[in-house]
């Protein structure tokens, strides 16, 4: 069956533009969580996505990021004004449910570079 | 808060030996913790994880970990380690928002 898909899976772009990241869930899954992933700071949870209820953000690094999720489904996580240290690899991962007992699954990720 | 510490970035083991990757976690509630593994250029995916019904798990590849409380630890081992193992190792604690607190990693080196 199809996992999650992230696209695109490089992007290269120039420091001050703006870069959206898609991320396609598998189907079914009510939860969606994005997480960063870039040298000397291992893996860091971004933004979390339940049903209907409201995101928590509480990871967003700044308010140069944002996060939406349309109709429970694709999420679009985007970076305005890219800076160098945005750079990294962005890592979606989806769950049937919010509970802690469930499995996330993750996407292969979109890796950014911003010159 | 929930966070977990891995020791040693990198472990390096001959083909064939015991692989133990360590990681001890710091929890104000019972844990959910997990491992997961990246392979080069791939996404994380699950080798297994812990949920309060048995200590011992057991994941794929022939992985397992034993969840210790009075160490708070949960370490993760291989009898015998294969060229294929070779990759990066994430443990990982469930934090309050659901999300996944992860390690530094180890990154795992097979040695023929």
């Known amino acids: 069956g199809a996992g999650v898909s992230q696209s695109p899976s490089n992007k290269v772009t120039e420091k001050g533009k703006d870069v959206e990241l898609r991320c396609d869930p598998i189907s079914g899954h009510t939860a969606l969580y994005w997480y960063r992933q870039s040298l000397g700071q291992g893996l860091e949870f971004l933004i979390y996505?339940?049903?209907?209820?409201?995101?928590?953000k509480s990871g967003l690094p700044s308010d140069r990021f944002s996060a939406e999720r349309t109709g429970g489904s694709v999420s679009t996580l985007t970076i305005q004004r890219t800076q160098q240290e945005d750079s990294a690899v962005y890592l979606c991962a989806s769950s049937l449910g919010g509970g802690p007992h469930n499995e996330q699954f993750f996407g292969p990720g979109t890796r950014l570079t911003v010159l | 808060a929930q966070s977990v510490t891995q020791l040693g970035s990198h472990v390096s083991v001959s083909e064939g030996a015991l692989v133990l990757l360590r990681c001890n976690y710091s929890s104000s509630v019972p844990p959910y913790l997990f491992w997961y593994v990246q392979y080069p250029n791939q996404g994380l995916q699950l080798l297994l994880k812990y949920t309060s019904a048995a200590t011992l798990v057991k994941g794929i590849n022939g992985f397992e970990a034993e969840f210790k409380k009075s160490e708070t630890s949960f370490h993760l081992t291989k009898p015998s380690a294969h060229m294929s193992d070779a990759a990066e190792y994430f443990c990982a604690v469930r934090g309050n928002n659901n999300d996944m607190r992860f390690g530094a990693g180890t990154r795992l080196t097979v040695k023929p």
């Open positions: 996505f339940q049903g209907n209820s409201a995101p928590d």
